[in-house]
């Protein structure tokens, strides 16, 4: 990777580590990948890039590959936190910091956009990936294989392949404060939602709840109608009185309605933390364009009190009173 040249820091110190966090990344990364090519170390650096427990299962003559979660799925997550990082890099400095350039921002600014362009750049591609995933398991053309084969204990490649990575991003974000030097006031307002991405996949993929796959970078409105669809409607049907861990089935009433709570709730704040933000944003620009207004009659007002203050009184009936109110006494005239 050629990144730009950067200052040069003691060796493991703070700085270098923060300043090379990328390139210390591409150096483990690119240990994997030499792994690959050798027969003893060969099984081990697949485990870091590929998912693990798989099965075979026979279908009409087929034979189909699914997925199970385990413990491994951990060095997995973690091997694409690193991928997740070098991108966060490049993305950064390849296109956020030459806008920015530019742009001419505020410190302030500058952190908000950074924020900003990196979100969009993940869900844009979150987008397009789910709605790939979606199509071809076809969760779009039949949507009730969302519910009806619950539970979803084994998953096809590309939908496990899917939950990874998701967590594998959201993951990278908490080092991504120490590495992007986010300031102390700004970092309980990430983590909220840092933190609620990371609670709504990780219990989607750990309770085998795939609806999540189709339904994730939509609007709030369509998680909650199909979430309210799923749990409380379509899982209701295969309703179980106890959860068996065994077989990996939740589907107890128990389950389904704190899962259905957490949504209702995490939707309904996210929004109505979208509405205060817009509220607020609405009342500054008001604000605004009424201090815009008041500004020239405030000027005109300054200039007439300028005006007065030039004379030392004012008139009444003709004649010229000072400003306590008394008549000034007649200039006597000397007689030549």
């Known amino acids: ?116 362009g990196q979100l969009a750049a993940f869900h844009l591609a979150s987008m397009f990936w789910s709605l790939y995933v979606a199509v071809t398991e076809g969760y779009i053309s039949s949507p009730k294989t969302i519910w009806e084969s619950y539970p979803h204990v084994y998953l096809q490649f590309q939908v496990k392949f899917f939950y990874l990575c998701q967590l594998a991003y959201w993951l990278h974000a908490l080092p991504e404060l120490y590495f992007q030097k986010v300031k102390k006031e700004e970092i309980p307002r990430q983590l909220q939602y840092i933190l609620l991405y990371i609670l709504h996949i990780g219990g989607a993929y750990l309770l085998h709840f795939n609806a999540w796959a189709v339904v994730f970078v939509v609007t709030r409105l369509c998680t909650l109608t199909l979430s309210v669809l799923t749990i409380g409607f379509g899982l209701a049907r295969a309703e179980i009185p106890h959860y068996n861990p065994d077989k990996g089935n939740f589907n107890t009433l128990l389950f389904r309605m704190i899962v259905l709570l957490m949504m209702c709730v995490s939707q309904t704040w996210m929004m109505w933390r979208f509405i205060h933000f817009q509220l607020r944003r609405w009342r500054e620009c008001c604000k605004e364009q009424a201090a815009k207004k008041r500004s020239p009659i405030a000027v005109m007002a300054k200039q007439q009190v300028k005006i007065l203050k030039r004379d030392s009184g004012y008139h009444e009936n003709g004649l010229i009173k000072a400003e306590n109110g008394s008549t000034p006494r007649p200039k006597k005239i000397k007689s030549p």
């Open 1 to 116: 990777m050629a990144f730009r040249r950067r200052k040069s820091y003691p060796i493991f110190s703070q700085e270098f580590v923060i300043h090379n966090h990328a390139d210390i990344g591409f150096f483990f990364v690119l240990c994997v990948l030499i792994g690959l090519m050798f027969e003893v170390t060969a099984k081990t650096a697949f485990i870091f890039i590929l998912p693990q427990y798989n099965s075979s299962i026979q279908s009409s003559n087929v034979e189909i590959v699914y997925y199970h979660y385990g413990a491994k799925d951990l060095v997995t997550i973690l091997f694409y936190v690193i991928i997740a990082i070098i991108l966060h890099a490049v993305v950064q400095e390849y296109i956020l910091d030459k806008i920015n350039r530019r742009l001419h921002l505020s410190k302030v600014k500058q952190s908000r956009f950074n924020e900003s």
